[in-house]
């Protein structure tokens, strides 16, 4: 798994800024709703989206308002990310 995870992180980081930033909100979006889905909850995908961009501090243009259930499971799964990258 780490070896695709490089992989992937090698050919995202070969995109310009715009296409790493939408690669990696994407991403981001689909690991929480597929972590979400095996806890049984199911989360609207655009709250989801809404909430990871205005954590990632990117423009929410046209995004819906968070849903105060995505923005739970944002929350704890990025803390959870930065407990991973900063043990």
């Known amino acids: 798994m780490r070896y695709r995870q490089g992989r992937l992180l090698g050919r995202v980081q070969s995109l310009g800024v715009e296409l790493r930033t939408e690669a990696t909100l994407r991403t981001l979006t689909l690991d929480v709703l597929k972590s979400s889905e095996i806890e049984g ?10 909430s990871l961009a205005h954590r990632l501090g990117l423009e929410r243009g046209g995004l819906p308002a968070v849903d105060r259930r995505a923005e739970g499971v944002v929350a704890m799964y990025s803390m959870r990310r930065s407990k991973r990258i900063n043990p």
Not at 41 to 50: C, T
């Open 41 to 50: 909850e199911m989360l609207p995908p655009a709250s989801v989206r809404s």
